[in-house]
């Protein structure tokens, strides 16, 4: 069964950092587009920043020059790395991916279960 997993979730304050993970689990042959999203209460979720096969980075305004996505197929994993959090920041945030099961030929979209941020004084 091909799983999402994110770690790092924690509750920090306004200017610190954190570092999120997510791992795929085995039983996959292939990682394409990898993707974090947030989710603040009351809100829709929302496109934080993402990374091609190519390592081409995106980020939406919000967290540009704060949050830098990176990953390493070999373990399988994507990071965010979270600096000068502000209370804003503050949601849970979700793990997409789009995976290549070892018995498919095709990939499909992937979502974690999520990992709560929160920052607060």
């Known amino acids: 069964q091909v799983q999402l997993v994110e770690t790092g979730g924690g509750s920090v304050q306004p200017g610190e950092s954190l570092t999120l993970s997510c791992t795929a689990s085995?039983?996959?042959?292939?990682?394409?587009?990898i993707a974090w999203y947030r989710q603040a209460p009351g809100k829709q979720r929302e496109l934080v920043a993402s990374i091609t096969y190519g390592e081409i980075k995106k980020y939406t305004n919000a967290v540009k020059g704060r949050l830098t996505i990176s990953r390493d197929d070999v373990k399988r994993t994507v990071w965010l790395q979270m600096n000068s959090l502000k209370p804003e920041d503050t949601a849970v945030y979700y793990c997409n991916a789009d995976l290549q099961p070892l018995n498919s030929e095709v990939y499909s979209n992937w979502w974690g279960k999520g990992t709560q941020v929160t920052v607060s004084s």
């Open positions: 085995e039983g996959i042959s292939g990682i394409d587009n």
